[in-house]
Nanobody, 120 residues
Framework: QVQLVESGGGSVQAGGSLRLSCGAS?????????????AKWYRQAPGKAREWVAL???????NVRESVRGRFTISADDTSNMMYLQMNNLKPEDTAVYFC?????????WGPGTQVTVSS
């Protein structure tokens, strides 16, 4: 059973940076599960719907939503089952619980989330 766990969340002031990590366990492949499947970061702010933030696909470029373009970068470590979300110039509206997500053989796996709080 694939399990994902996020880390790296916390509280920062506006303009600060955080790097979120997502680790995967229970995968059968020796490849990084995040580079050979479609992987995403989502976030959910209080009282709002969950929204995607960034994605990577095996054979295409990565992408981020418009509101974070130029500030957030998604990446993965080829030597381990890790995915990252580098978040720079954080804004109060980035405050949310951040989740990582991977689709493996038509099944979607989620981590429990990590809280990011940005104060003005």
């Amino acid at each position: 059973q694939v399990q994902l766990v996020e880390s790296g969340g916390g509280s920062v002031q506006a303009g600060g940076s955080l790097r979120l990590s997502c680790g995967a366990s229970g995968t059968a492949s020796n490849s990084n599960v995040f580079t050979v499947n479609t992987a995403k970061w989502y976030r959910q702010a209080p009282g709002k719907a969950r929204e995607w933030v960034a994605l990577m696909t095996p054979h295409g470029p990565s992408n981020v939503r418009e509101s974070v373009r130029g500030r957030f970068t998604i990446s993965a470590d080829d030597t381990s089952n890790m995915m990252y979300l580098q978040m720079n110039n954080l804004k109060p509206e980035d405050t949310a619980v951040y989740f990582c997500n991977v689709e493996i053989k038509m099944k979607t796996y989620w981590g429990p989330g990590t809280q990011v709080t940005v104060s003005s």
